[in-house]
Nanobody, 127 residues
Framework: QVQLQESGGGSVQSGESLTLSCAIN????????LAWFRQTPGKEREGVAT???????SFGNFVKGRVTISHDDAVTTLYLRMNNLKPEDTAMYFC?????????????????????WGTGAQVTVSL
């Protein structure tokens, strides 16, 4: 059974940095698109950043230059480092995984297009 679990969420002030982690267990394929999405109440979940098994990465325009996505060599932990956080970055952040997408395609996909999801980690950014 595939399990993804986020950690590292919390409350920070504007301009600070935060790193989210996602523990990945039981992922069944050597092909992958690993993703970070975020969602605020009343809005659709949006792609923040993706990384695929070829090492390609893709980023949402709203975070470009402020985030990095990476994983450990064993692909058991996915990271999202966010710098210069803004109040509009406040959201629930989810990690997701699916073998079908490239990083570029995965970023544009929706909730139904990723097979595996974590339960989310709240990030709150205050002024």
């Amino acid at each position: 059974q595939v399990q993804l679990q986020e950690s590292g969420g919390g409350s920070v002030q504007s301009g600070e940095s935060l790193t989210l982690s996602c523990a990945i267990n039981g992922y069944p394929s050597r092909r992958y698109c690993l993703a970070w999405f975020r969602q605020t109440p009343g809005k659709e979940r949006e792609g923040v950043a993706t990384i695929d098994s070829h090492g390609d990465q893709s980023f949402g325009n709203f975070v470009k230059g402020r985030v990095t996505i990476s994983h450990d060599d064993a692909v058991t932990t996915l990271y999202l480092r966010m710098n210069n956080l803004k109040p509009e970055d406040t959201a629930m952040y989810f990690c997701a995984a699916d073998p079908r997408w490239s990083a570029r395609d995965g970023l544009r996909r929706g909730v139904g297009d990723f097979r595996y999801w974590g339960t989310g980690a709240q990030v709150t950014v205050s002024l």
